[in-house]
């Protein structure tokens, strides 16, 4: 049930239910645990940044967190779901670079790798990597993802 702000409590939580421990390392790669990095956000805590959208959105594809990708999406751009393919694990985030994004902007952009294994459509499986430069704006005070801006990969 969600609180008065909007946000999650803890124990309803969608990611914590399928098995994030937040004592546990980010799936973002950030050097903080989960429960101090992406999990305040997948909890409906605003992201602070582009780029902590960026992780938290990149988090939500590790756990399967569908409910975070819609709801950090753009509705413009956003695409039907399901956002998060099962045969998908992804292995590490890597962030290239990031454009504006911070507390007194609008827009911004962050470029990053995200390293991913998947089946190879005839039994195998591959590993591969997305490149992207993704484009994030505010919308209703809150960052969301607005578009790639060019990609490569998945």
Known sequence: MARPDGARRPQDSPVRAAGAQ????????????????????????????????????????????????????????????????????????????TAGGGPGDEEGEVSFTARYRTGDGRGGVVEDELVERSRFVRRGGRWVYLEALDHSGV
């Open 22 to 97: 937040p004592a546990a390392p980010c799936p973002c790669g950030s050097p903080c645990a989960y429960r101090t990095c992406c999990e305040p956000i997948h909890d409906g805590a605003p992201a602070p940044s582009a780029e902590a959208l960026m992780r938290s959105r990149y988090s939500a594809f590790v756990l399967g967190d569908e409910d975070h990708l819609f709801r950090s999406w753009h509705p413009r751009t956003r695409p039907p779901g399901p956002y998060c393919h099962p045969g998908t694990q992804w292995l590490g985030l890597r962030i290239e670079s």
